[in-house]
């Protein structure tokens, strides 16, 4: 049986040829891997695996890399090499979260009317905001003038106030879903990782996060099928809709893909997305959405924060 070391070595010669191939084939996949995607995302699946993804590894290898990368693994470290993450990007997360006002809006998952967590409207769920400065560095990325925070009767505040905008996939109001507590999302198993996190700025950081594989959330809240097949896309926003992403249903369920509680062995802060924050190690820094407030299931593909801003909705790495 190989080491964990000797397996961590083979991933990561993997990956490294990866990232080489992902580099030459870039051009190409800019150019015709969404067309492409959407193509084999459209076919019927049989055993979770889309069948023309055979014949495009044949048609076309620079492609089919792309494709491939979002099913393997990345590498993961051992513990002594891993250090508190820095704080960038705080869309979101700005004025303090009440804890005990945090739900999880679940949108599009079947059976809902028979959970105890199930209300007619998710949109109306009101989070509450501390007017207390948070003592923690906001990081660089706070060029956006800070919003006024709520004043004392708590209004819901508005939405989008972010350089990008409002986003285009923000529930309507009236939609019924699940409202659950981080009691809720604890149940499931717990899962700890060592990985890094690359952020496209150009620096990246070795980190330990532990919290519950987002593919065990998946199969205790499924996506309602529609039109008889899955939905392709999930959808997640912060819970004042002003930070939002969007990805593929199949690279949540990627096993090293992580709804986080803890990062480096302490709860999260307010800046680093507490209570629930994605990790995704198959995607740069810019998905891995600070404090979900909702996760939706979609056929419709989602808006994304970042993309809205011209960066690439793939994000892949
Ligand atoms: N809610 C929210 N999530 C976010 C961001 C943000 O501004 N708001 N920035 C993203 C970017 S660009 C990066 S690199 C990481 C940074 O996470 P960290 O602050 O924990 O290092 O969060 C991502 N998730
Ligand atoms: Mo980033």
């Known amino acids: 049986m190989a080491t964990v070391e000797e397996e961590n070595k083979v991933i990561l010669a993997r990956s490294r040829r990866h990232t080489r191939r992902s580099f030459l084939g870039a051009g190409v996949a800019a150019a015709a891997g969404f067309g ?133 996939s923000t529930l309507a109001p009236g939609t019924p879903g699940l409202l659950l507590t981080m009691d809720d999302v604890l149940k499931l198993p717990r899962q700890e990782l060592v990985t890094q996190f690359k952020c496209i700025e150009g620096w990246s950081q070795i980190v330990l996060w532990a919290g519950v594989r987002m593919a065990d959330f998946i199969e205790a809240h499924p996506p309602e099928k529609i039109a008889g097949r899955e939905p392709k896309f999930v959808y997640m926003e912060t819970p004042d809709g002003d930070y939002y992403t969007g990805y593929d249903l199949a690279v949540c369920r990627h096993p090293q893909t992580l709804l986080v509680t803890e990062m480096m062995g302490a709860p999260l802060t307010q800046f680093h997305g507490a209570p629930l924050r994605l990790h995704m190690p198959t995607k740069y820094g810019y998905k891995q959405i600070k404090r979900i407030g909702l996760i939706s299931y979609t056929d419709l593909k989602p808006d994304d924060y970042w993309t809205k801003l011209g960066y690439d909705w793939y994000a892949g790495l």
């Open 36 to 168: 492409l995607y959407r193509w084999i995302e459209g076919r019927p699946a049989e055993d979770d695996q889309p069948i023309p993804y055979r014949n495009a590894f044949e048609a076309n290898a620079a492609i089919s890399q792309a494709l491939f990368h979002d099913h393997a693994l990345t590498p993961t470290y051992p513990l002594h090499q891993a250090e508190n993450l820095r704080v960038n990007g705080v869309f979101g997360l700005k004025e303090e979260l009440v804890p005990e006002s945090y739900r999880l809006q679940v949108v599009g998952s079947t059976a809902v009317e028979q959970h105890p967590g199930f209300s007619r409207d998710v949109t109306a769920w009101e989070y509450r905001y501390t007017q207390t400065k948070s003592a923690e560095d906001p990081g660089h990325d706070t060029k956006s003038a800070p919003h006024h925070a709520n004043d004392a009767k708590q209004e819901k505040p508005e939405r989008g106030r972010e350089d990008a905008g409002q986003s285009d």
